[in-house]
């Protein structure tokens, strides 16, 4: 009894899915080692069955005539729709080839054009930012010019202070009643006020000339930096640039497209580069604004200083003329004392010499009433010549006792004029001494303003 069998499926049936074809060989270098004799495919012998079992076998395996018309049928078309799928995929291909090719050069072309107008901004701020540091290097300069002005004028000022200062120290060996608490002792100590004063602005404003000097630097060191990465990336990018299919240069690197090293983009890189611009700006016009207040503060000082000092020496030469004047005086007082010592000295040798004249007087008269006092008995008689006599002596006596006090009168006044003479000589030593001191010592070391920085801006 034989068994029914169902005839294997034939790939070309309808409805069938044929298995793709595949060049399954071995090429001459072994490329496709799996496909060798080890991976071919053994059928299985017909003699080596029994013949009843082969004649069963060939008439199961076998197809119909329809079967192999149709197989060949799906043959053709497979092999047509092959060759159709195959050109189009040809005729696509060359499209996108030229298609990328065009789109290629186009693309390469606009990362030229990006590339040149890159290095035009790049140029733009790189000129615009080698502008800014050589007005920044300009300013700076003056900046420091007028630091040196300052330090210069502050340096000056010790000069008129130790002047001010000798002179307030050698007024103090005038003698006496010179000694005196006078308008030029003011002055010149209202002069040490204003050159004192006048040194702590200008150190003062030293302080800030140094700190906006500090700020004036920090912007051009921010500007030189973004100058030197402009430089950096200008030749970066000219390079580029310069860069073509060509090129020598050129490598394959891949992935660098998925990095992204960029830290800014063209709006926040050209605020940096303005920014930078900006801030040395206001740098500038800050440090300009000082320069003009060092000008003003140095003719301010000057003018304070050079108003102190000629009040001083205005105050000197009033004072001067003042001593001069007492002394003139003095030396006339001196002279007329001096002459009226002299005279007084003579009228008492006068008054001396008319006291001595009247002992001869007063001795006749004296012995003339002892002579008459040995007239004998009755003869002693007050007779005229005896009141007279009497009235002689007496008269003599007042007369002595007048000039002995007028004598002592002017021996008083001559000690007087004595006393007042060295009086009036010590006095003059003092106003010597006074005018040697503010005219010799001082008003000569006053001649000129020793500030000479300071003197220009008068």
């Not at 030229?112 to 300069?141: C, L, Y």
């Not at 002792?185 to 702590?200: F, H, P, R, W, Y």
């Not at 830290?263 to 003009?292: F, G, K, L, Y």
């Not at 060092?294 to 003329?321: E, G, K, P, Y």
Request: with cysteine; aromatic share 4%; proline share 3%.
């Amino acid at each position: 009894m034989y068994h029914s069998h169902n005839a294997p499926r034939s790939y070309n049936s309808i409805g069938s899915t044929a298995p793709p074809i595949v060049n399954n060989y071995l090429d001459s270098h072994g490329l496709n080692p799996g496909l060798g004799n080890s991976g071919s495919t053994n059928f299985p012998s017909i003699y080596d069955s029994k013949p009843t079992a082969s004649a069963r076998m060939a008439n199961y395996t076998r197809y119909s005539p329809g079967d192999w018309a149709s197989s060949n049928m799906s043959h053709y078309n497979a092999a047509d729709n092959s060759r159709n799928n195959s050109e189009r995929i040809r005729h696509e291909a060359i499209r996108l080839i030229r298609d990328r090719d065009e789109k290629t050069v186009l693309t390469q072309r606009d990362a030229d054009r990006r590339i040149g107008e890159r290095i035009h901004d790049i140029s733009f701020w790189r000129s615009e930012i080698q502008a800014e540091v050589e007005r920044n290097m300009n300013e700076a300069h003056q900046l420091m010019d007028a630091r040196k002005n300052l330090e210069r004028a502050l340096a000056e000022t010790e000069g008129p202070l130790r002047i001010t200062s000798e002179n307030i120290y050698n007024r103090e060996g005038r003698k006496g009643i010179d000694l005196v608490n006078d308008n030029v002792e003011n002055a010149l100590m209202g002069e040490v006020d204003t050159i004192k004063s006048s040194q702590t602005r200008l150190k003062k404003q030293l302080e800030s000339v140094n700190h906006q000097l500090g700020i004036v630097r920090n912007t051009r060191h921010q500007l030189e930096r973004d100058l030197a990465n402009k430089d950096n990336a200008l030749s970066i990018d000219h390079t580029c640039h310069q860069m073509k299919n060509t090129s020598r240069m050129i490598n394959l690197h891949g992935g660098i497209d998925k990095i992204d090293p960029n830290v800014s983009i063209p709006e926040t890189w050209s605020d940096n580069s303005n920014r930078n611009i900006q801030e040395s700006q206001t740098a500038r016009s800050h440090s300009q604004r000082m320069r003009s207040d060092v000008d003003n503060n140095l003719t301010n000082c000057a003018n304070d200083m050079w108003s102190a000092w000629n009040n001083s020496n205005t105050n000197f030469q009033q004072r001067i003329s003042e001593t001069h004047d007492a002394h003139h005086k003095l030396q006339n007082h001196l002279s007329k004392t001096m002459q009226e010592i002299y005279d007084q000295e003579k009228y008492i040798e006068h008054l001396k010499k008319a006291i001595r004249d009247k002992a001869a007087p007063l001795k006749v008269s004296q012995s003339r009433l002892e002579a008459r006092t040995h007239r004998p008995d009755i003869e002693l008689c007050r007779d005229p010549p005896h009141h007279r006599l009497i009235e002689e002596v007496s008269q003599i006596q007042e007369s002595v006792d007048l000039l002995n006090r007028k004598l002592n009168e002017a021996e008083n006044s001559h000690q007087d004029l004595l006393i007042n003479k060295n009086r009036l000589e010590h006095d003059l030593k003092v106003k010597s001494n006074s005018l040697f001191i503010d005219r010799e010592k001082c008003l000569s070391s006053r001649k000129s303003f020793p500030v000479v920085s300071l003197a220009t801006k008068l």
